[in-house]
């Protein structure tokens, strides 16, 4: 009999077997490829790219589907990571039952399936973006009693062939929720938005966003999807599977879709704020009493502490940089505030208090109880498209955990708290009072040099991946490239172009 919680759910998994993706077996897995005549198999894994890789399988027989989902396969680990020797590049690719999703795309009937990679001893590998996330979260649970959650803000352009006469023009920087058809690509997103469900994406809501403009050859128009909160290695996953069905899309319509934090100067960039919460005994514990807990406070403070190091995995090309400056409404300095929107932490509306807008919305309405359920979460907005979903993801929990151990935190909190915008003139003093963060790649390489040691704590980050994360943005030569750039519009374009699709 059809169990009707499942009656409403978008993931076809789900919907079928009639269980949470939590609990996905092999034979689920089996029954549902018997049951629904899928042909096909994909395995799918994160490299160091931070793009989705494929291996293909033809399922020829019941054993040889056993099979795969119980071994996995051999890969070349050199030709997916850089600090892989060619000379032992053998990895294994397994999957993880709970990932799995039907491909919205293909013709011929097909089950896609995430995986986690092993060594030849069959143990993880050490420096997988993937296990160093989930070795965070089980550090982090072990160690406080709590469940860290996420959720991301995925902010992308759409880019087409410029039209002519267009009949409702959208407004310059002004396509902040815009409803067609003062906006032209609100179908793509919904047809995104209905796919990313259908895979196992657990959406919140989309809109458009702020940034619509236009330039010679180009229209750039600007949309946001956001998730709601789940454990944080599951936000990283529906992340990395919604750029990559938002490509899809965009490449079967014939336009571009791009990622990157900025795409033009003077322009609104694209953020990935990520909104994080703390849960014990599967409770929100971000308020008490009606106000942000000490818990909350204490992760607001040890992110706030790690936060110029963070940009190594969240910020992590020169173009980042273009986008972290002053009346962008993105932070340029280390601080927080409540629904300030010029500062790092921001901490959003969070229904708190004793409101009754349902009856003042509704006045014929019978009075509903209250509920107990708690929204509240914090908001970091300073990543962007660039970062390396998992290792920004683990290295939130890491500093998390930080801010929770640390003996101070709750007297940084109160230091870093700003309740006025910071960019406007009269508060030029508290400003000066703010640290800044990284203003290029070079500047965030030096941060995160300075403060490796908390994510080498307990293990988390392997000391060769902070040595290559280091590394690589060194190599971009970066040090002051917004003075060099400034009024070289065609150097700019260039920058821009060469980092259009990040990550």
């Known amino acids: 009999m059809s169990n009707n919680n499942f009656e409403l759910s978008p993931n076809v998994l ?4 009639q269980k949470e993706s939590k609990h996905f077996t092999k034979k689920d897995l089996i029954d549902f490829v018997i049951g629904n005549h899928i042909e096909m198999l994909n395995f799918r894994y994160v490299a160091e790219d931070g793009r989705l890789k494929t291996l293909n399988f033809v399922i020829n027989s019941i054993a040889y589907l056993d099979q795969i989902l119980t071994t996995g396969e051999r890969v070349d680990g050199s030709s997916l990571f850089s600090f892989i020797e060619a000379s032992t590049s053998d990895l294994y690719v397994v999957p993880r039952y709970n990932t799995a999703f039907v491909n919205p795309f293909e013709e011929v009937p097909c089950l896609d399936i995430l995986c986690s990679y092993y060594n030849s001893e069959g143990k993880p590998l050490e420096s997988s973006p993937e296990y160093i996330l989930r070795k965070a979260n089980q550090i982090f649970t072990q160690k406080t009693g709590m469940t860290f959650k996420a959720l991301g803000e995925l902010e992308y352009y759409i880019i087409a062939p410029k039209e002519e006469n267009k009949t409702f023009p959208a ?3 002004r396509g902040y929720h815009a409803s067609e058809p003062f906006t032209s690509y609100e179908f793509i997103r919904k047809e995104a ?3 990313i469900a259908a895979s196992g994406g657990q959406i919140k809501y989309g809109h458009s966003e702020v940034g619509h403009f236009s330039d010679e050859k180009y229209f750039y128009e600007q949309h946001e999807i956001e998730f709601l909160p789940c454990e944080a290695e599951s936000a990283a996953q529906q992340l990395v599977i919604a750029k990559w069905i938002l490509r899809k899309v965009c490449n079967e319509y014939g336009v571009k879709v791009s990622f990157a934090p900025k795409i033009s100067v003077g322009k609104a960039g694209s953020g990935l704020h990520i909104h994080m919460l703390l849960e014990k005994d599967g409770r929100n514990i971000m308020v008490h009493q009606n106000e942000l807990s000490d818990e909350a406070k204490k992760m607001i403070a040890g992110i ?11 910020n992590t090309i020169p173009t980042s940089y273009l986008r972290l400056v002053p009346y962008q409404e993105a932070p340029t300095n280390i601080c927080w505030g409540d629904r300030n929107r010029s500062v790092l932490i921001r901490v959003p509306l969070g229904w708190r208090g004793d409101l009754k807008m349902i009856e ?7 009075s509903e109880k209250k509920t107990e359920i708690s929204k509240q979460t914090v908001e970091i907005r300073s990543g962007d498209g660039s970062a390396d979903i998992f290792l920004y993801m683990a290295s939130l929990v890491v500093a998390t955990l930080h801010g929770l151990e640390m003996e101070d935190s709750l007297q940084l909190a109160e230091n870093l708290y700003v309740n006025v915008n910071i960019f406007h003139n009269e508060n030029k003093n508290r400003l000066s009072e703010l640290k800044g963060l990284p203003v290029s790649c070079h500047e965030s390489a030096l941060a995160l040099e300075q403060k490796r040691a908390y994510l080498e704590k307990n293990d988390i980050f392997p000391k060769g991946l902070i040595d290559s994360s280091i590394a690589k943005l060194r190599s971009y030569n970066d040090d002051k490239l917004s003075e060099r750039l400034y009024g070289k519009h065609e150097e700019i374009y260039k920058l821009v172009m060469e980092h259009l699709h990040c990550m």
């Open 14 to 17: 789900e919907k079928y077997l």
């Open 171 to 173: 407004i310059d920087q």
């Open 193 to 195: 938005m209905r796919l």
């Open 304 to 314: 706030l502490d790690m936060a110029d190091a963070l940009t190594a995995f969240g």
């Open 360 to 366: 003042d919305a509704n006045p014929n309405i019978k």
